[in-house]
């Protein structure tokens, strides 16, 4: 038996662990999620980097503020990425006009965003982030099997439809041999603005059934507040706009769940390669 995605065709050499966080769905907050996730994994003393391979439709740049950056070129082949809030990030936002859409068949955006990952002059990094583009096409399956992942985050929303298109998700990186680190689920209750109220209004307890069926950590849950949302449009994330709030804390908890499941899936790695060799 391999480790995981060890027939990878790209190498990052400059990043220890490549972490997808996907959805097979989209709206289900995946590129909030991983924002906060990073900056709350920058908050331990990581070297973090987030990759936006969201291609159609790629929000990371405003919900770190860096809407106006653009890559420099360093050397022959390499671009710069940009810093903001203690993380480095990468999009392809930067380098296509913000009004204009990617019109581009599978196979090519597959191929652009590898491109993009493996021309960034990343700096030494911990861990990566990929928000991957919802669903569990072209784009998905070449990416996972292209890239060194460590392990994939699912994130879905309680509600049967977005469960269904989650667990498309898992069978897909279990196919192409991909760790599944946990499932996150999101909105798993509106709080509201006014008085607090909490109502499961998409379901109860999706996220962790999902998780249970398919015997992987359930990482956590995480609300739908006006807050979070605010934060993002802002370009300053609930994890820099209110780093001492209940809600940072979870995305915190959450973070600390994802560090030990990495290192459970370098254990497993080392035990598989220790066996193979006897």
Same mark, same amino acid.
Request: hydrophobic content about 40%.
């Given at each position: 038996m391999n480790p995981p995605n060890q027939n990878s065709s790209l190498l990052l050499k400059s990043v220890k662990h490549v972490i997808a966080v996907a959805s097979g769905k989209g709206g289900v907050g995946k590129s909030t999620t991983t924002v906060n996730l990073a900056l709350a994994m920058a908050r331990t003393g990581a070297k973090v980097?987030?990759?936006?391979?969201?291609?159609?439709?790629?929000?990371?740049?405003?919900m770190l503020g860096i809407e106006d950056f653009k890559p420099d070129a360093v050397g022959e082949k390499k671009m710069t990425a940009?810093?903001?809030?203690?993380i480095t990030a990468q999009s392809i936002g930067f380098?296509?006009?913000s009004e204009d859409a990617a019109i581009w068949r599978g196979p090519m955006a597959a191929g652009a965003l590898t491109q993009l990952m493996n021309e960034t002059a990343w700096p030494e990094l911990d861990y990566l982030f990929v928000d991957m583009p919802p669903g569990t096409g072209d784009i998905q399956l070449?990416?996972?099997q292209k890239v060194p992942?460590?392990?994939a985050v699912i994130v879905t929303t309680p509600q049967d439809v977005a469960l269904s298109d989650a667990r498309k998700g898992?069978?897909? /990186?279990?196919?192409?041999?991909?760790?599944?680190?946990?499932?996150?689920?999101?909105m798993s209750i509106h709080i509201c603005s006014q008085c607090n109220h909490q109502e499961p209004i998409f379901g #109860?307890?999706?996220?962790?059934?999902? #998780?249970?069926?398919?015997?992987?950590? /359930?990482?956590?849950?995480?609300?739908?507040?006006?807050?979070?949302?605010? #934060?993002m449009?802002?370009?300053?994330?609930?994890?820099?706009?209110?780093?001492d709030s209940a809600i940072s804390d979870l995305y915190i908890q959450i973070a600390n769940q994802i560090v030990k499941q990495v290192a459970a899936q370098q254990q497993s790695s080392v035990s598989i390669s220790i066996s193979d060799d006897e």
């Open positions: 980097g987030v990759l936006d391979a969201d291609i159609y439709g790629p929000s990371i740049p405003l940009a810093s903001a809030h203690g380098l296509i006009n070449t990416l996972s992942l460590t392990g898992i069978q897909m /990186f279990q196919k192409v041999n991909v760790p599944i680190l946990g499932v996150v689920e999101n #109860a307890q999706g996220g962790k059934r999902t #998780a249970e069926q398919y015997q992987v950590p /359930f990482l956590g849950a995480l609300p739908l507040q006006l807050s979070i949302r605010e #934060a449009d802002m370009g300053k994330p609930t994890l820099v706009s209110d780093p």
